[in-house]
């Protein structure tokens, strides 16, 4: 393994804990890579598919499983265990006050569907505020019109739209609602003049931008195009569609207010978007908080599903490489794959169905035990590197079965010679749990 691509399988706060360890000084990588890592984590992307989500036939969808597949999201891109605690983790200096908006699309018949749109709601009324729940007043449901919201698709359990303007309980309504409409002030987007729904600039603290998988003519219709009815005149950010979809996404009151970025890809569209019936069936949901990954990966997953148009859609790019609004370049996601979060028994492993311990004793001079714990039966791995990633030994590579395990170690390499005294990482994967710890041997 090279230098980067172990540092890349620690996470950023093991790492901390190497340098506190050894010191920056102690370790032979080039101090500008360590400087990378250190400053530039990689970007989580967490997908999340329940084959249990939809009715293919009548392209119904299932309330409940997308509520499991939505909160079970959350908590793996958050990294947190608590549903509410999660949601409130994603939006900075959040007060009960605040307002977020959830920007979907409907404007076709393969819209964000009303199931995907209330379980993030429902999410975002668990959060907590000194024993006060947020407020589901305070969410606010939005497209370009009132009417598209109304006659959005709905699923298994019926479930639509729910218009509402009241002062209690969730709110929906359309920029063309009385009293909302679009701010007088004018940007110029790469020679289009717009002007920005109310609801942006001046209701808004968040946004939560929940799009649909679909291709378009120029390429892809997911998050970075999922502003009809954020701006007056949609139609004329199309001159120019590579620089103005993302000159759009970097004004300032969008992109300091977009916080979290959804596709709802439980249905799609791969030839003839944006308009027309779904033709795929994926039953994911695509989440993260980097708009550029979130598309780049929803692009991708159209390509794997044979959708045409994906090599135009170079606005992705533009967006990564000229406006620095996220990252289009794999290799600096963390992709976290959840799979049918809603079985009982589903074979899924996280970091919420594991844990490491810190080896007893430490120091040790002649063995030491390492006790890990999981929850599901899964191909586990336990290694020990120096603290320059050279790998020392494999002390487990097995499939293991629920429960408790400790394994030794006596300080030695595979071909059993004595390591010399001083710092080893110790390094559990068990499915999508990567965890380090650092073991300190002295003689």
Known sequence: MDN????????????????SFTGVAGLIYPKELISKILLDPLTRIVIVEDTNATIKTGLKVNAGVVQTMLDEGVKTLTKLPDVGTAWKSLFPNIAISSKIALKVNTLFPTCTHPEVTYAVANGLKKMDFGGQLFPANNIIIFDNSTNNLRNAASGTTNLKYTINTSATEVRCFGTDSSGVGYNSQTYSIVGSNQRLSKIITDISDFIINIAVLKNHSPGVTLCMKNHYGSVNS????????????????ALPPIATKQKVFIIDALFGVISGGPGGNAQVNPNKIIMGTDIVAVDTTGRKLLADIGCKTTNMATHVDIAATQYALGTNDFSKMETITIQNPSSVDNGRNDERGCTLSQNYPNPFVDKTSIDFYIDKPVQTELTIFDTNGGQICTLLNRTLEPGQHTIKWGGTTASGSAVPNGNYICRLKAGGYSKSIIVQVVR
């Open 234 to 249: 949609p139609g004329g950010l199309h001159a120019n569609f590579d620089q103005q979809i993302p000159a759009l996404n």
């Open 4 to 19: 980067y691509n172990f540092l890349k399988s620690i996470e950023r706060r093991d790492f901390l804990k190497i340098v």
